[in-house]
């Protein structure tokens, strides 16, 4: 077999974030329509790609399919987002946090459900004029998993560049949100799979801390360790065995961040510092929050706000109420130290949830400013 290298799509950079019919932006109320932010609504002038999710796949046939709800404005994303910019790349995201693990490891589990999910997600991609696919899938829990991860990504390049000459189209672009290390409960990524068969994969640097699996707060998104908790989770920390012990080329990685904090409920008012004891989710079910949400709660409840330099992350906190969350400042510094370690670029979760744009603008100037 040909190198596969040698099909993958040049991208120079990427400026990204995912959309879903489900967030929500601050907008007027006359357009925070029930099924959550239009994709009309996205400044697509500050992206280079923009991920449509989720897709989600067939139980029973493995077949990657949309729901009714999610029909129309899937159907229509390409050519919406690209009214702003001509130039933006989108592609339909596959699976998602809320994904069936069991189904997405039954799919990638023999060449016949494999074919089935692969063939169908390039005839969907081309008839919603999708410039891409990508598949988030949270995550490969075992050797058998991920060995077969590895398989599925190599007979889905093989496809796609199939494809491409029966069609004489330009090849789809192929990528993966991963786990921010490259090791999944003490798994292996099978990384050599990734890099020759992925235009790129996002980093997902965030959800570290949450109410649902931390019972103590802590920086959602730190891109360097806590000092005081040196063994904690952090971007820079999953980067580098990426890179450094993985072998991941820098352009195949892109770095993420988030537009969404989580909020806990204090056991006591007074201890309201990192590794604070919490009776669980404050101000939503699971305690998630957008940033424009976070923006709003500062203002109405007069809530006390602290950057820390140290982990590169925000908190503030009323009361019993404690979240933390990136803000302008973390996400500049984060877009530069990507640019700086050599990524290709960088993508954030999720373009619904900012406010007026701030957060994309910032990252957009930052990358472009930084040498």
Same mark, same amino acid.
């Given at each position: 077999?040909?190198?596969?290298?040698?099909?993958?799509?040049?991208?120079?950079?990427?400026?990204? +974030?995912?959309?879903? /019919?489900?967030?929500? $932006?601050q907008?007027?109320?006359?357009?925070?329509?029930?099924?959550?932010?239009?994709?009309?609504?996205?400044?697509?002038?500050?992206?280079?790609?923009?991920?449509?999710?989720f897709?989600?796949v067939?139980?029973?046939?493995?077949?990657?399919?949309?729901?009714?709800?999610?029909?129309y404005?899937?159907?229509?994303?390409?050519?919406?987002?690209?009214?702003?910019?001509?130039?933006?790349?989108?592609l339909?995201?596959?699976?998602?946090?809320d994904?069936?693990?069991?189904?997405? $490891?039954?799919?990638?589990?023999?060449?016949?459900?494999?074919?089935?999910?692969? %063939?169908?997600?390039?005839?969907?991609?081309?008839?919603?004029?999708?410039?891409?696919?990508?598949?988030?899938?949270?995550? /490969?829990?075992n050797?058998?998993?991920?060995?077969?991860?590895?398989?599925?990504?190599?007979?889905?390049r093989?496809?796609?560049?199939?494809?491409?000459?029966?069609t004489?189209q330009?090849?789809?672009?192929?990528?993966?949100?991963?786990?921010?290390?490259?090791?999944?409960d003490?798994?292996e990524?099978?990384?050599?799979?990734?890099? %020759?068969?992925?235009?790129?994969?996002?980093?997902?640097?965030y %959800?570290?801390?949450? /109410?649902?699996?931390?019972?103590?707060?802590?920086?959602?998104a730190?891109?360097?360790?806590? /000092?005081?908790?040196?063994?904690?989770?952090?971007?820079?920390?999953?980067?580098r065995?990426?890179?450094?012990?993985?072998?991941?080329?820098p352009?195949k990685?892109?770095?993420?961040?988030?537009?969404?904090g989580?909020?806990?409920?204090?056991?006591?008012?007074?201890?309201?510092?990192?590794?604070?004891?919490?009776?669980?989710?404050?101000?939503?079910?699971?305690?998630?929050?957008?940033?424009?949400?976070?923006?709003?709660?500062?203002?109405?409840n007069?809530?006390?706000?602290?950057?820390?330099?140290a982990?590169?992350?925000?908190y503030?906190?009323?009361?019993?109420?404690?979240i933390?969350?990136d803000?302008?400042?973390?996400?500049?510094?984060?877009?530069?130290?990507?640019?700086?370690?050599?990524?290709?670029?960088?993508? +954030?979760?999720?373009?619904?949830? %900012?406010?007026?744009?701030?957060?994309?603008?910032?990252?957009?100037i930052?990358?472009?400013?930084?040498?």
């Amino acid at each position: 077999m040909a190198d596969q290298t040698q099909f993958l799509r040049t991208n120079s950079i990427v400026k990204a +974030s995912y959309w879903f /019919p489900d967030g929500k $932006a601050q907008l007027p109320v006359a357009v925070c329509l029930s099924q959550g932010t239009p994709s009309s609504f996205i400044d697509s002038t500050l992206f280079t790609h923009l991920f449509c999710a989720f897709a989600d796949v067939d139980s029973s046939t493995h077949e990657v399919t949309i729901s009714a709800a999610n029909s129309y404005q899937f159907s229509s994303f390409t050519e919406t987002v690209k009214e702003k910019n001509t130039d933006v790349q989108t592609l339909l995201s596959i699976g998602g946090k809320d994904a069936d693990k069991a189904v997405l $490891a039954s799919m990638a589990s023999n060449t016949k459900n494999r074919k089935a999910f692969i %063939d169908s997600s390039i005839d969907i991609a081309r008839k919603k004029d999708f410039y891409g696919l990508d598949l988030a899938w949270e995550y /490969p829990s075992n050797d058998v998993e991920m060995t077969n991860f590895g398989k599925l990504l190599e007979e889905w390049r093989a496809a796609v560049v199939e494809e491409s000459d029966k069609t004489n189209q330009l090849p789809l672009l192929l990528t993966a949100a991963v786990y921010y290390s490259p090791q999944y409960d003490g798994v292996e990524y099978p990384v050599k799979a990734i890099a %020759d068969n992925l235009d790129f994969v996002n980093i997902m640097a965030y %959800d570290f801390y949450g /109410p649902d699996w931390s019972p103590v707060t802590g920086p959602p998104a730190a891109l360097f360790h806590d /000092p005081s908790n040196p063994a904690g989770r952090s971007g820079n920390s999953g980067l580098r065995k990426w890179l450094d012990e993985a072998k991941l080329p820098p352009k195949k990685a892109v770095l993420g961040f988030p537009y969404c904090g989580w909020a806990w409920t204090l056991e006591d008012a007074e201890n309201n510092g990192y590794d604070a004891p919490t009776d669980g989710a404050a101000i939503s079910p699971d305690g998630s929050i957008t940033y424009a949400k976070i923006r709003n709660y500062i203002v109405d409840n007069g809530a006390a706000t602290f950057h820390d330099p140290a982990v590169i992350g925000y908190y503030c906190y009323v009361g019993n109420t404690w979240i933390g969350y990136d803000d302008n400042q973390s996400i500049v510094y984060k877009v530069k130290y990507a640019k700086h370690t050599g990524l290709l670029g960088y993508f +954030s979760w999720h373009v619904g949830a %900012d406010y007026n744009c701030g957060l994309s603008r910032a990252a957009s100037i930052a990358w472009d400013t930084t040498e």
